[in-house]
């Protein structure tokens, strides 16, 4: 059966058309609109979206809101990256980014699964050239047998199965293969999360962008934010609107690469740290040949970035190469998010390194992502290394106030782990309800603890 668009339709899946349903709401421009929720998750990424939906999920008689800036959910870094379901393979023992990752993982491939959004299990080669590089892969196999080969499965493979599966690398002194990695549609699954958290009683306000944060004497939270031009896509014009203000229970700092800025604006002096960025630039590929069938990575470097200009693929099986690292000082500075054509050559001959018959004419620029830093960090184990900092910030007098930073790589890949981490934060091993709140108030302010809030349309 020819699939039309018709066809198609019918068969999405329920949560694709429920958000079809949705209309794009902000704040109201009215004064005076004030409302009471248990939540607020600043940042509708993929990981906002994530903790937003949790809450909503196990804490029936809370109250969530999500507050994004842009006039849609996912535009900054969730939908500016790999897209890969990465198996936990570089972030040393005892750390978040393993714990979180390797959970999460799971937890995605089942929730892909269940709810039809799309992924492939493509599995990934890690590729070494010379002793040195193939030291790096040793360490990163004995990493995956300390963890668990149920875990991260890993093995080397042999020049047969090399030359076999795919022919054009090029690989001197051997390929490690990860098994357990894939790539996700990020897309449909953070369409997947934002329609789940609406239909669990959710509220999400899009244009509407925190500008500062106060602590009330109550313990509670004062949000103040500005509703942004909904005719912009970027996100960069004026706000048009005085500011308004909602007063909320808990505060959950999911701001991406804003995070720190809106950190340092609510937690004390000592508390300051400097933002880092580094740029990520991809590279399309116009030929249909060589065209791998695996996700094909450098071997790690140590003290890099990232993991080293690798190739991807996306859900329609395109070839796309990157990201490369090149740091910047700004997100928001002209030119941070256009691929930089100095970066071009660089990244051919690493791609050369491992796929030599690659057509040089047929890569162009694409598109760039930009990695929220907590410092000039690596992308893999060692001393340059950085874990993801997820805290609830009550040693320095902010109990309720969740901050997420640097959320990088394996961000997306660990977001549902994540979203479980937060709230177990914030409720501990409490079950079931909500955290200082009257379960009855709750229930008589209306949908799922909710006060009657005004939105225009
Ligand atoms: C180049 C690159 C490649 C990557 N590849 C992978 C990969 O293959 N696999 C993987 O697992 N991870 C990958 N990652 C990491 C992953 O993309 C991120 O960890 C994840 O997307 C972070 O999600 P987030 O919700 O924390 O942030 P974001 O997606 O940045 O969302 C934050 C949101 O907060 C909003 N916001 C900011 N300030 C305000 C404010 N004041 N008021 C209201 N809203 C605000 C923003 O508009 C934004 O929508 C990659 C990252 C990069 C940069």
Redesign the pocket.
């Known amino acids: 059966m020819a699939i039309t668009p018709s066809v198609f339709l019918a068969f999405r899946p329920a949560w694709q058309k429920r958000l079809n349903q949705q209309i794009t709401r902000c704040f109201s421009a009215s004064a005076q609109q004030r409302v009471d929720f248990t939540h607020a998750v600043?940042?509708?990424?993929?990981?906002?979206l994530a903790i937003a939906r949790q809450l909503t999920l196990s804490r029936p008689d809370t109250s969530t809101i999500l507050?994004?800036?842009?006039g849609a959910i996912?535009?900054?870094?969730?939908s500016?990256?790999?897209?890969?379901i990465?198996a936990g393979l570089y972030y040393g023992h005892n750390t978040l980014k393993t714990d979180l990752c390797l959970a999460g993982k799971f937890k995605l491939y089942d929730l892909c699964d269940k709810q039809g959004i799309p992924y492939r299990r493509t599995k990934k080669w890690i590729i070494a050239q010379d002793e040195q590089q193939m030291s790096e892969l040793e360490k990163v196999h004995k990493f995956a047998s300390e963890v668990g080969y149920d875990q991260v499965p890993t093995k080397f493979l042999t020049r047969d199965q090399i030359s076999e599966r795919e022919p054009y690398v090029r690989a001197e002194a051997g390929v490690l293969e990860s098994e357990s990695t894939g790539i996700v549609d990020s897309h449909n699954f953070m369409q997947f999360l934002e329609a789940d958290f609406l239909d669990n009683g959710g509220t999400d306000v899009l244009h509407?962008?925190?500008s500062r944060v106060e602590r009330l004497p109550s313990g509670n939270y004062k949000i103040y934010t500005k509703t942004m031009d909904p005719l912009s896509t970027t996100?960069f014009t004026q706000p048009i609107e005085d500011e308004d203000a909602i007063e909320v229970e808990t505060l959950i700092n999911?701001?991406?690469?804003?995070a720190i800025p809106?950190s340092n604006s609510i937690l004390p002096d000592h508390r300051q740290i400097k933002p880092y960025y580094a740029k990520?630039t991809y590279f399309s590929y116009a030929s249909s040949h060589p065209k791998p069938k695996t996700l094909l990575y450098p071997a790690p470097v140590p003290g890099l970035g990232g993991l080293g200009t690798h190739l991807t693929l996306d859900m329609a099986g395109r070839v796309r190469f990157g990201?490369d690292v090149e740091w910047i000082d700004s997100p928001d500075a002209a030119g941070a998010l256009s691929p930089n054509p100095n970066q071009l050559k660089e990244a051919l001959d690493m791609i050369a390194t491992y796929l030599p018959s690659v057509d040089r004419s047929a890569v162009d620029l694409d598109y760039c992502?930009?990695?929220p830093k907590l410092g000039k960090t690596s992308g893999t184990a060692g001393p340059t290394f950085a874990d993801f900092y997820i805290k609830e910030e009550k040693d320095d007098g902010f109990p309720g106030f969740v901050n997420?930073l640097g959320?990088?790589?394996?961000?997306?890949?660990?977001s549902l782990a994540i979203a479980e981490y937060v709230e177990n934060l914030l409720y501990g091993s409490q079950t079931g309800q909500g955290r200082n709140v009257d379960v009855d108030e709750a229930k008589s302010r209306g949908r799922k603890g909710q006060k009657n809030f005004d939105f225009h349309h």
Do not use: K, Q, Y
């Not at 996912?74 to 969730?78: A, D, R, V």
């Not at 999911?254 to 804003?258: H, I, Q, V």
């Open positions: 600043i940042g509708g990424g993929a990981v906002g507050i994004e800036r842009h996912g535009t900054e870094t969730s500016r990256n790999s897209e890969v990465h509407t962008s925190v996100g999911s701001a991406g690469l804003a809106l990520g990201p992502g930009i990695r997420l959320i990088e790589s394996p961000g997306l890949t660990s």
